[in-house]
Each structure stands twice: as structure tokens, then as C-alpha cells.
């Protein structure tokens, strides 16, 4: 039994091999119209298009948007390390992507906050 799959393993092996090549072309290189800025910046970043990624998910991360402001700043962050590439933002913009990631309202917000708590009042 051993000897037969030792047999037909490199058979499979060059089977599969040869479909590859169709599958691939099969599948669309194109993101579908109906598919989210989201979806398209992950496109981009799944196909190792850094900037493009970056740029689509630095835009959402300002809009609002948590996932992105996740990956936004880690690829800030890791930019060159990660991705040999320099994706940059200035420190402030940073700040609001990170309290938006881990849903904190951003630090003027807080800071608001804090000047209301000491006064005593409610925020």
C-alpha cells in the first residue's frame, strides 16, 4: 500500500501543477464593481500593492472606519520592516487612527473630557 502511494504521489503532484495555470486564469483579476473601498484596499494589499492599500485604507481610517484605521497604523508603523516600503503619516493623524482601532474617541476628545472631569462637571 505504502509503495502505491509513493507511485501515484509525484502523478498527483503533476496533476495538480498542470490545473494551477487554469485556475488561476479562471479567476478574476478585477475587483467587482459591487465590492466596498474595503474590500477593494484589501485587494490591493493581497496583491502586495502597499501604497495603493495603504492610501485606500489611510482615506477609510479618516472617515471612520476601525478596521482600517487598524492596518493603517500598523502599516504606518511597520512600513519599512514589513512592507520595504515608507508609509507614512504625520504623528497626530497616527494617534486618531490607533484610539479609533481600539475605540477610544480621539485624544482632543479625552483631553475635553479630562478638563470637564476636573472641573467637576460631567463630561
Avoid: K
Avoid at 487554469?22 to 473601498?37: C, D, R, Y
Avoid at 472617515?63 to 520592516?81: P, Q, T
Avoid at 516600503?85 to 481600539?102: G, H
Avoid at 472631569?117 to 463630561?123: C, E, S, V, Y
Amino acid at each position: 500500500m505504502a509503495s502505491t502511494f509513493r507511485v501515484r504521489a509525484p502523478l498527483l503532484l503533476v496533476l495538480a501543477a498542470a490545473c494551477c495555470p487554469a485556475i488561476v486564469l479562471a479567476q478574476s483579476t478585477e475587483t467587482s464593481p459591487a465590492a466596498t473601498p474595503y474590500d477593494q484596499a484589501m485587494d490591493a494589499y493581497e496583491r502586495n500593492h502597499w501604497g495603493r492599500a495603504f492610501d485606500s485604507l489611510a482615506a477609510l481610517a479618516d472617515a471612520g472606519h476601525g478596521e482600517a484605521a487598524r492596518l493603517a497604523w500598523l502599516m504606518s508603523r511597520y512600513g519599512v520592516a514589513l512592507y520595504r516600503a515608507q508609509l507614512d503619516a504625520e504623528p497626530a493623524r497616527r494617534a486618531r487612527w490607533l484610539a479609533l482601532a481600539v475605540g477610544q474617541p480621539p485624544a482632543t476628545q479625552l483631553a475635553a473630557n479630562a478638563s470637564t472631569l476636573i472641573a467637576g462637571r460631567q463630561p
